[in-house]
Nanobody, 115 residues
Framework: VQLVESGGGLVQPGGSLRLSCVAS????????MSWYRQAPGKERELVAG????????NYADSVKGRFTISRDNVKKTVALQMNSLKPEDTAVYYC?????????WGKGTLVTVSS
């Protein structure tokens, strides 16, 4: 099983980034997918989630209206479009898959929002 994140980097406040996670080794379309983040010295927190069939999404209050999660079950990818980025969005962002009692994590991609 692999979850490989990409798309992180340095961006100025107010800018945008699009994170992507490519999955392999499991039946992607059966699993709910989420993005989490962990800032330095803080607990890992849920950013956004999407059900296996894309019928429902949920977001942390801090990112509602700025971030959008989406998935492509054919390409086995999940994306996080991040707009209007703020310095407090700086963190390592992790891709997560949950289903059938299993919980898979990627290694993360660093997002730094700074001028």
């Amino acid at each position: 099983v692999q979850l490989v994140e990409s798309g992180g980097g340095l961006v100025q406040p107010g800018g945008s980034l699009r994170l992507s996670c490519v999955a392999s080794g499991f039946t992607f379309s059966w699993y709910d997918m989420s993005w989490y983040r962990q800032a330095p010295g803080k607990e890992r927190e849920l950013v956004a989630g999407i059900l296996s069939d894309s019928s429902s999404t949920n977001y942390a209050d801090s990112v509602k209206g700025r971030f959008t999660i989406s998935r492509d079950n054919v390409k086995k990818t999940v994306a996080l479009q991040m707009n209007s980025l703020k310095p407090e969005d700086t963190a390592v962002y992790y891709c997560n898959a949950v289903g059938f009692g299993e919980n898979y994590w990627g290694k993360g991609t660093l997002v730094t929002v700074s001028s």
